[in-house]
């Protein structure tokens, strides 16, 4: 009786994305969650008339915008300047990023300044998918002569995948979404959770039943085929086809003898992202000026995203900082380099100070294409019909929320396709390092 119906575990991103896309095929769809909201790490608090973020976020120009435009999303908000400030040795320098600021620069030499106009002109035309093999650090040390734009490739980078380790990060995908950072990123008024909340609607008007605390103990399967979803309130959910788009660890442990199938080399090649995040409301800003800044010689950056945004029901400046972590996390220290950007961007901020939000130890994704990385995860579990996965973690080259959209839409289209063992146009949007 249940052999079309799909269930989805986990309402993030992935989850309401592959709902969408499964009840739009037609298919009967039950989304379950686990905490009392939609959203997952997209959602938004709102503390003292201010919208805050799990640490800030740009939609760019990726797999997300488009799969949002294609479902007819408003997705209200603007795209800042990329006009930026670099901190390097302590202070703030304008840093070069088009022609004006490349010649007024104190932070390059001429040699510098011509070897990074070279590559601005030519940037928007690199093939990036022949450097998917090599790291980035094997890309920038190749490819980059001067060591104050190594230095500034590195930051660019860094921001623009939140991973503060060159070495494993494989630089194709990373190059990738750096152009699409220079085309312009999206601000969202209310935050992410006004994004989530459009997803919710339009998850409605497509029938899916969506149920919230409703956490998942067991994906179970029979035979090798899926049954059902097991809850913790002894609720079972029937189902043909079970999307789990739920992190790697969370995802092995909801199957039992998940040790003998593909999610076990999934999880154990999954390298989590993380960082930390404080955000500030500020009644005004003190350096009005400085309002988007990378940390060139430190794993920081910082963007006023009000600047582009409605953030604030009073008008405060929703300020939004990031370390990214290394090898080392420390809570203490990396609020205390926190808190010291923000003394160096805007000095007397804490006069200024309406509310704040520290997150030490958030994950940005679950999985990224990495030189350790073994296979591409999903669509299909094969060892399992009717088993699937999406999120963050299953990239197959996008990056962060592109990766939760392109997954989710690759999930439902290997369950249309029944089986899964079939390649389709979406898995072949990146190969494997
Ligand atoms: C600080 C920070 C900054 C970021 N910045 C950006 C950015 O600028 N641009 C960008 O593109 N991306 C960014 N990201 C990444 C982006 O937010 C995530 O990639 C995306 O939101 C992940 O969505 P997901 O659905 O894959 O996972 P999740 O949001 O983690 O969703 C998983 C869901 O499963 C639920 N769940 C777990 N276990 C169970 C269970 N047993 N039963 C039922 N439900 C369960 C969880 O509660 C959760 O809701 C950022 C992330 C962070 C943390």
């Given at each position: 009786m249940h052999n079309d119906r799909v269930v989805v575990v986990g309402g993030g991103i992935a989850g309401l994305t592959a709902a969408i896309y499964a009840a739009k095929a037609g298919k009967q769809t039950i989304l379950l969650e686990?905490?009392?909201?939609?959203?997952?790490?997209?959602i938004t608090n709102q503390k003292k008339g201010a919208y805050f973020n799990l640490g800030g976020r740009a939609l760019y120009h990726g797999d997300a915008r488009a799969t949002f435009e294609e479902l007819g999303m408003r997705l209200q908000g603007s795209q800042p300047s990329i006009d930026a400030y670099g901190i390097w040795k302590g202070n703030l320098h304008v840093m070069p990023m088009g022609i004006g600021s490349l010649f007024s620069t104190p932070l390059l030499s001429w040699k510098g300044k011509i070897e990074l106009g070279a590559w601005l002109a030519r940037f928007g035309k690199l093939d990036t998918h022949l450097y998917d093999r090599i790291s980035l650090r094997e890309w920038i040390e190749g490819n980059v002569h001067d060591p104050m734009v190594r230095h500034l490739f590195y930051s660019l980078l860094r921001t623009a995948s939140y991973v503060a380790a060159p070495d494993l990060l494989a630089a194709g995908p990373v190059l990738e979404q750096l152009k699409r950072s220079l085309k312009g990123v999206l601000y969202l008024d209310r935050g992410w959770g006004a994004m989530v909340e459009e997803l919710r609607g339009i998850a409605l008007e497509y029938g899916v039943e969506m149920v919230t605390k409703q956490k998942a103990v067991a994906i179970v399967h029979e035979k090798g085929v899926v049954q059902h979803v097991l809850c913790e309130d002894g609720t079972q959910f029937q189902a043909g086809h079970i999307i789990a788009a739920t992190p790697p660890a969370i995802t092995y442990q909801l199957v039992p003898g998940a040790e003998s199938t593909s999610l076990r080399n999934w999880r154990e090649q999954a390298v989590e992202i993380t960082a930390a995040c404080l955000d500030v409301a500020l009644r005004r800003l003190p350096k009005p000026k400085q309002q988007f800044v990378y940390g060139i010689d430190q794993p920081v950056f910082l963007s006023n995203q009000s600047r582009a945004a409605h953030l604030s029901d009073y008008g405060d400046q929703v300020v939004s900082l990031i370390k990214y972590h290394g090898r080392n996390k420390d809570p203490k220290k990396d609020l205390q380099d926190l808190e010291q950007t923000l003394d160096i961007v805007q000095p007397g901020w804490r006069d200024q100070l309406v509310e704040k939000q520290y997150l030490p130890?958030?994950?940005?994704?679950?999985?990224?294409?990495?030189?350790?990385?073994m296979v591409n995860p999903g669509p299909a579990v094969p060892e399992i019909a009717g088993l699937y996965v999406a999120g963050d973690w299953v990239t197959h080259g996008e990056l962060l929320v592109d990766a939760s959209t392109a997954s989710a839409k690759r999930a439902v289209q290997s369950l249309l396709l029944q089986g899964g063992a079939e390649r389709s146009s979406y898995d072949q949007h990146r190969i494997t390092v």
């Amino acid at each position: 009786m249940h052999n079309d119906r799909v269930v989805v575990v986990g309402g993030g991103i992935a989850g309401l994305t592959a709902a969408i896309y499964a009840a739009k095929a037609g298919k009967q769809t039950i989304l379950l969650e686990k905490q009392e909201r939609l959203g997952g790490r997209a959602i938004t608090n709102q503390k003292k008339g201010a919208y805050f973020n799990l640490g800030g976020r740009a939609l760019y120009h990726g797999d997300a915008r488009a799969t949002f435009e294609e479902l007819g999303m408003r997705l209200q908000g603007s795209q800042p300047s990329i006009d930026a400030y670099g901190i390097w040795k302590g202070n703030l320098h304008v840093m070069p990023m088009g022609i004006g600021s490349l010649f007024s620069t104190p932070l390059l030499s001429w040699k510098g300044k011509i070897e990074l106009g070279a590559w601005l002109a030519r940037f928007g035309k690199l093939d990036t998918h022949l450097y998917d093999r090599i790291s980035l650090r094997e890309w920038i040390e190749g490819n980059v002569h001067d060591p104050m734009v190594r230095h500034l490739f590195y930051s660019l980078l860094r921001t623009a995948s939140y991973v503060a380790a060159p070495d494993l990060l494989a630089a194709g995908p990373v190059l990738e979404q750096l152009k699409r950072s220079l085309k312009g990123v999206l601000y969202l008024d209310r935050g992410w959770g006004a994004m989530v909340e459009e997803l919710r609607g339009i998850a409605l008007e497509y029938g899916v039943e969506m149920v919230t605390k409703q956490k998942a103990v067991a994906i179970v399967h029979e035979k090798g085929v899926v049954q059902h979803v097991l809850c913790e309130d002894g609720t079972q959910f029937q189902a043909g086809h079970i999307i789990a788009a739920t992190p790697p660890a969370i995802t092995y442990q909801l199957v039992p003898g998940a040790e003998s199938t593909s999610l076990r080399n999934w999880r154990e090649q999954a390298v989590e992202i993380t960082a930390a995040c404080l955000d500030v409301a500020l009644r005004r800003l003190p350096k009005p000026k400085q309002q988007f800044v990378y940390g060139i010689d430190q794993p920081v950056f910082l963007s006023n995203q009000s600047r582009a945004a409605h953030l604030s029901d009073y008008g405060d400046q929703v300020v939004s900082l990031i370390k990214y972590h290394g090898r080392n996390k420390d809570p203490k220290k990396d609020l205390q380099d926190l808190e010291q950007t923000l003394d160096i961007v805007q000095p007397g901020w804490r006069d200024q100070l309406v509310e704040k939000q520290y997150l030490p130890n958030m994950t940005v994704s679950h999985d990224f294409m990495h030189m350790h990385r073994m296979v591409n995860p999903g669509p299909a579990v094969p060892e399992i019909a009717g088993l699937y996965v999406a999120g963050d973690w299953v990239t197959h080259g996008e990056l962060l929320v592109d990766a939760s959209t392109a997954s989710a839409k690759r999930a439902v289209q290997s369950l249309l396709l029944q089986g899964g063992a079939e390649r389709s146009s979406y898995d072949q949007h990146r190969i494997t390092v």
